[in-house]
């Protein structure tokens, strides 16, 4: 199997795995913040999810997430712009991919 097929199908199955996991999280007492009522989710910036309950919001966010890889020839990189939680989803940018950025490369 090549590197490069070896590689999508890693990011692929990290990809699921971190959709599936939960990140941090932190919950505040008293009433959601605006007009947020029970059962309202709201996006906030830095890749964060409001939720709104009876007597307390929280706040949810990504957890650490990692894909093997040289990095030499990739690094890892987050779509921040996407919602929670699909900005929490890391992708593998390697040499000769779209978007790579050299400047990125630790190795």
């Known amino acids: 199997m ?9 990011v692929v199955m990290i990809a699921t795995m971190v959709e599936d996991a939960h990140g941090a ?5 008293g009433p959601c913040p605006g007009s947020y ?3 309202d989710k709201w996006y906030l910036d830095a890749c964060r999810q409001g939720v709104c309950y009876e ?8 957890g ?6 040289d990095s030499s020839q ?7 712009t996407q919602p ?3 900005c929490c989803n890391p992708d593998l940018k390697c040499i000769g991919d779209v978007g790579f950025d050299s ?3 630790v190795g």
Not at 25 to 29: G, N
Not at 64 to 69: F, K, L, M, S, T
Not at 74 to 80: A, E, I, L, S
């Open 2 to 10: 090549n590197a490069v097929l070896a590689s999508t199908l890693m």
């Open 25 to 29: 999280l932190a919950r505040f007492p």
């Open 37 to 39: 009522k029970p059962g």
């Open 55 to 62: 007597d307390f919001y929280i706040e949810e966010s990504c």
């Open 64 to 69: 650490v997430a990692y894909i093997e890889h």
């Open 74 to 80: 990739c690094y890892m990189f987050y779509n921040r």
């Open 84 to 86: 929670y939680p699909t």
């Open 103 to 105: 400047t990125q490369l």
